[in-house]
């Protein structure tokens, strides 16, 4: 029998993966989706782990679901239905790695830009087509893309609504490698060994660090490095480190 719910959910000890799961219609992010989403999220806000977030079927996600879109009007839109969903998942103790493969337009570009960590397969197509259906990319892509590629860049791809390939994105940025469709998730599962071998405490320290706006920079890496000065996982790790040096 196969499963119907909108995200497939697979959980290891120091990870999850959580599988977009509306083939019928390219993964497009409806309402049970983002509900979802919030489940998933509330769960690793309890007990924190990595999470991989993939599509099915060779796409990631092609955008919100413009059936339901069409309908929505000025009160939804100030609800920000898809954005404080993102936002959640950019604000998890641990890092998301997005692994995407097909299309990611739309909602679905948007919901890559929340990851931490974006991995690509060859046939990556990434954009932001918004206003060529009378409306703008609200879920983030405004302030995230321009973080991610820079202000110019950003400006280009959300103003035209072009679509990006896999080897361009890989060149500006929006991705931090490629791979064949195959190999992607092993990509995205290596990527998740590396920070499990890390120690977790430095890493969420890391994630903070690097979220905060930059005003609260030196201040916030020298608080969170203090912490982590007096913990006994450093001096072990350390020690480690010296003893494996010595002749």
Excluded at 6 to 20: F, G, K, W
Excluded at 65 to 88: C, L, S, T, V
Excluded at 99 to 121: H, K, N, P, Q
Aim: aromatic share 2%.
């Amino acid at each position: 029998m196969i499963d119907s719910a909108p995200v497939l959910i697979e959980e290891h000890d120091d990870r999850v993966v959580a599988r977009l799961n509306r083939p019928s219609v390219r993964n497009a992010i409806d309402q049970a989706t983002i509900d979802a989403l919030h489940t998933l999220c509330a769960d690793l806000e309890r007990h924190p782990r990595v999470l991989i977030i993939t599509g099915c079927d060779g796409v990631f996600a092609s955008g919100a679901d413009i059936a339901q879109m069409r309908e929505r009007r000025a009160k939804e839109a100030r609800e920000g239905i898809n954005a404080h969903a993102f936002i959640r998942i950019r604000a998890l103790e641990l890092p998301v790695i997005a692994a995407v493969d097909g299309w990611a337009l739309g909602g679905g570009a948007e919901l890559a830009y929340a990851a931490d960590i974006r991995v690509g397969s060859t046939r990556l197509r990434i954009g932001n087509p918004e206003t060529s259906l009378g409306i703008i990319a609200a879920a983030g892509a405004t302030w995230r893309l321009r973080e991610i590629v820079g202000e110019a860049r950003a400006s280009e791809l959300l103003l035209t609504g072009r679509t990006v390939d896999a080897e361009e994105a890989l060149r500006i940025g929006l991705v931090s490698s490629t791979h064949e469709p195959g190999e992607l998730m092993a990509a995205a599962h290596a990527v998740a060994d590396r920070i499990a071998a890390n120690d977790r405490a430095a890493t969420v320290a890391m994630k903070k660090a690097i979220a905060a706006p930059p005003n609260q920079h030196p201040a916030i890496d020298l608080e969170l490095q203090a912490v982590l000065f007096e913990s006994p996982e450093k001096e072990r790790r350390m020690t480690e480190f010296l003893e494996r040096r010595r002749p």
